[in-house]
């Protein structure tokens, strides 16, 4: 539906854990962010430990799109969500 919808990036929210040691759903998701990256399936995709303007990715995405500098999740080094984005 994003990428039907033109929807440049996505904040997916997954959880890391009931221990807060980075469960299974969480590193399935990010695994398969990986694939799907690696496949041309998606630009790319940040996770949310390194969603911070002090990560180069994460400074270029933002100068793109200057919006995404209100979110909560920026700079708290959140492993519960992946920032995907989409292809054009």
């Known amino acids: 539906m994003a990428r039907q919808e033109r929807i440049p990036t996505l904040k997916i929210v997954h959880g890391y854990g009931s221990s807060g040691a980075g ?3 969480r590193i399935a998701v990010q695994k398969r962010l990986y694939e ?10 940040i ?7 002090s990560d180069d990715v994460t400074w270029r ?4 799109q200057p919006e995404l500098k209100s979110d909560p999740d920026l700079g708290r080094g959140n492993k519960g969500i992946s920032v995907v984005l989409m292809c054009a």
């Open 47 to 53: 996770f949310g430990e390194n969603w911070s303007k």
């Open 23 to 25: 469960g299974d759903i």
């Open 36 to 45: 799907l990256a690696e496949a041309g399936k998606i630009r790319g995709c």
């Open 61 to 64: 995405l933002l100068q793109v």
